[in-house]
Protein backbone atom coordinates (compact mmCIF):
# COMPACT_ATOMS: atom_id res chain seq x y z
CA UNK A 1 0.00 0.00 0.00
CA UNK A 2 1.42 3.49 -1.15
CA UNK A 3 1.13 6.15 1.05
CA UNK A 4 1.05 9.45 -0.65
CA UNK A 5 1.31 12.80 1.04
CA UNK A 6 -1.75 14.79 0.41
CA UNK A 7 -1.45 17.71 -2.30
CA UNK A 8 -0.18 21.07 -0.97
CA UNK A 9 -2.86 23.63 -1.01
CA UNK A 10 -2.06 26.10 -4.15
CA UNK A 11 -1.18 29.42 -3.43
CA UNK A 12 -3.63 32.03 -3.16
CA UNK A 13 -3.58 33.82 -6.17
CA UNK A 14 -3.06 37.90 -6.63
CA UNK A 15 -4.32 39.77 -9.53
CA UNK A 16 -2.95 43.09 -9.85
CA UNK A 17 -5.03 45.71 -11.86
CA UNK A 18 -2.37 48.12 -12.54
CA UNK A 19 -4.18 50.04 -15.37
CA UNK A 20 -5.21 52.86 -12.99
CA UNK A 21 -1.52 53.60 -11.33
CA UNK A 22 0.94 56.42 -12.87
CA UNK A 23 4.07 55.20 -13.57
CA UNK A 24 6.90 57.63 -14.16
CA UNK A 25 9.09 57.07 -16.87
CA UNK A 26 12.59 58.75 -16.53
CA UNK A 27 15.18 58.45 -19.47
CA UNK A 28 16.93 60.19 -21.77
CA UNK A 29 16.60 57.52 -24.78
CA UNK A 30 13.47 57.66 -26.38
CA UNK A 31 13.92 54.43 -27.92
CA UNK A 32 14.43 52.98 -23.85
CA UNK A 33 10.98 54.64 -23.43
CA UNK A 34 9.40 52.78 -25.70
CA UNK A 35 10.72 49.52 -24.90
CA UNK A 36 9.82 49.93 -21.21
CA UNK A 37 6.49 51.02 -21.89
CA UNK A 38 5.64 48.07 -23.56
CA UNK A 39 6.94 46.08 -21.04
CA UNK A 40 5.11 47.67 -18.47
CA UNK A 41 2.08 47.38 -20.89
CA UNK A 42 2.19 44.17 -20.66
CA UNK A 43 1.80 43.98 -16.83
CA UNK A 44 -1.04 45.76 -17.41
CA UNK A 45 -0.05 49.55 -16.96
CA UNK A 46 -1.64 52.25 -18.78
CA UNK A 47 -0.83 55.59 -17.70
CA UNK A 48 2.53 56.98 -18.45
CA UNK A 49 4.16 59.95 -17.79
CA UNK A 50 7.91 60.09 -20.18
CA UNK A 51 10.40 62.56 -19.39
CA UNK A 52 13.77 63.35 -20.84
CA UNK A 53 14.61 66.05 -18.82
CA UNK A 54 15.57 66.40 -15.27
CA UNK A 55 14.51 70.05 -14.98
CA UNK A 56 10.41 69.20 -15.65
CA UNK A 57 10.88 66.25 -12.75
CA UNK A 58 9.90 68.62 -9.66
CA UNK A 59 7.33 70.76 -11.59
CA UNK A 60 5.59 66.68 -12.89
CA UNK A 61 5.76 65.74 -9.06
CA UNK A 62 4.24 68.73 -7.50
CA UNK A 63 1.34 68.55 -10.28
CA UNK A 64 0.69 65.36 -10.79
CA UNK A 65 0.25 61.82 -8.44
CA UNK A 66 2.32 58.84 -9.04
CA UNK A 67 2.54 55.52 -8.34
CA UNK A 68 5.47 53.92 -9.20
CA UNK A 69 8.80 55.85 -10.48
CA UNK A 70 11.77 53.91 -12.81
CA UNK A 71 14.68 56.33 -13.89
CA UNK A 72 17.70 55.46 -15.94
CA UNK A 73 20.59 57.27 -14.27
CA UNK A 74 22.59 57.28 -17.37
CA UNK A 75 23.42 60.82 -19.22
CA UNK A 76 21.61 62.79 -16.13
CA UNK A 77 24.88 62.96 -14.42
CA UNK A 78 24.89 63.60 -10.37
CA UNK A 79 21.67 65.83 -11.21
CA UNK A 80 19.19 62.84 -11.31
CA UNK A 81 20.38 61.59 -7.34
CA UNK A 82 20.02 64.48 -6.53
CA UNK A 83 16.08 64.75 -7.83
CA UNK A 84 15.74 61.48 -5.75
CA UNK A 85 17.21 63.03 -2.53
CA UNK A 86 14.98 65.93 -2.96
CA UNK A 87 11.53 63.74 -3.78
CA UNK A 88 12.40 61.86 -0.34
CA UNK A 89 12.89 65.36 1.58
CA UNK A 90 10.54 67.43 0.29
CA UNK A 91 6.58 67.03 1.89
CA UNK A 92 5.05 65.95 -1.54
CA UNK A 93 2.70 63.36 0.32
CA UNK A 94 2.35 60.55 -1.19
CA UNK A 95 5.01 61.51 -4.06
CA UNK A 96 7.75 61.55 -1.50
CA UNK A 97 7.32 57.89 -0.42
CA UNK A 98 6.61 56.68 -4.11
CA UNK A 99 8.69 53.42 -4.73
CA UNK A 100 11.47 54.27 -7.21
CA UNK A 101 14.04 51.93 -9.13
CA UNK A 102 16.74 52.90 -11.29
CA UNK A 103 17.46 50.68 -13.98
CA UNK A 104 21.36 50.44 -15.06
CA UNK A 105 23.28 48.97 -17.46
CA UNK A 106 26.51 50.36 -15.55
CA UNK A 107 25.64 49.42 -12.00
CA UNK A 108 29.33 49.82 -10.16
CA UNK A 109 29.36 49.52 -6.24
CA UNK A 110 29.59 53.36 -6.33
CA UNK A 111 26.59 53.96 -8.54
CA UNK A 112 24.48 51.31 -6.29
CA UNK A 113 25.36 53.31 -2.74
CA UNK A 114 24.60 56.50 -4.77
CA UNK A 115 21.45 55.21 -5.72
CA UNK A 116 20.43 53.52 -2.11
CA UNK A 117 21.96 57.31 -0.24
CA UNK A 118 19.85 59.28 -2.90
CA UNK A 119 16.61 57.29 -1.45
CA UNK A 120 15.81 55.26 -4.34
CA UNK A 121 14.54 51.75 -3.39
CA UNK A 122 15.90 49.51 -5.72
CA UNK A 123 18.25 48.98 -8.96
CA UNK A 124 17.55 46.86 -11.49
CA UNK A 125 20.38 46.13 -13.82
CA UNK A 126 20.07 45.97 -17.66
CA UNK A 127 19.68 43.97 -19.48
CA UNK A 128 16.81 42.45 -17.18
CA UNK A 129 13.68 40.07 -17.99
CA UNK A 130 10.26 41.26 -18.04
CA UNK A 131 9.50 38.78 -15.10
CA UNK A 132 12.84 40.36 -12.54
CA UNK A 133 11.25 43.82 -13.46
CA UNK A 134 7.73 42.86 -12.33
CA UNK A 135 9.40 41.29 -9.21
CA UNK A 136 11.10 44.02 -8.32
CA UNK A 137 8.23 46.83 -8.67
CA UNK A 138 5.95 44.29 -6.21
CA UNK A 139 8.67 43.69 -4.27
CA UNK A 140 9.20 47.84 -3.88
CA UNK A 141 5.70 48.49 -3.36
CA UNK A 142 5.64 46.04 -0.30
CA UNK A 143 8.14 47.68 1.37
CA UNK A 144 6.84 49.62 4.50
CA UNK A 145 6.62 52.93 3.96
CA UNK A 146 6.12 52.66 0.49
CA UNK A 147 3.50 51.20 -0.21
CA UNK A 148 2.15 53.65 -3.00
CA UNK A 149 -0.38 52.02 -6.02
CA UNK A 150 -0.35 48.74 -3.94
CA UNK A 151 -1.60 49.74 -0.74
CA UNK A 152 -3.07 53.06 -1.08
CA UNK A 153 -5.35 52.10 -4.17
CA UNK A 154 -7.71 48.96 -3.08
CA UNK A 155 -8.89 48.68 -6.44
CA UNK A 156 -5.64 48.05 -7.78
CA UNK A 157 -5.47 45.04 -5.77
CA UNK A 158 -7.40 41.57 -5.67
CA UNK A 159 -6.88 38.11 -4.80
CA UNK A 160 -8.28 34.70 -5.20
CA UNK A 161 -8.38 31.01 -7.37
CA UNK A 162 -5.10 29.68 -7.43
CA UNK A 163 -3.30 31.25 -10.65
CA UNK A 164 -1.60 34.94 -10.65
CA UNK A 165 -2.97 37.17 -13.23
CA UNK A 166 -1.61 40.68 -14.90
CA UNK A 167 -4.49 42.88 -16.03
Not at 54 to 77: H, N, W, Y
Not at 89 to 106: I, K, R
Request: proline share 5%.
Amino acid sequence: MAIFAPHPKPPEAVKFNFSKAQVLLVDGNSTSLSVLCQILSGFGFRRFIRCADVSKLEAIVRTQTVDLILIDPFGFGPTIYDWVYWLRHEQLGENSAVPVLFTCAHSSLDEIRRTKDCGADYVVAKPFSPAVLLERILWTARREGRGGFMTEHQALVTSHGSEMELW
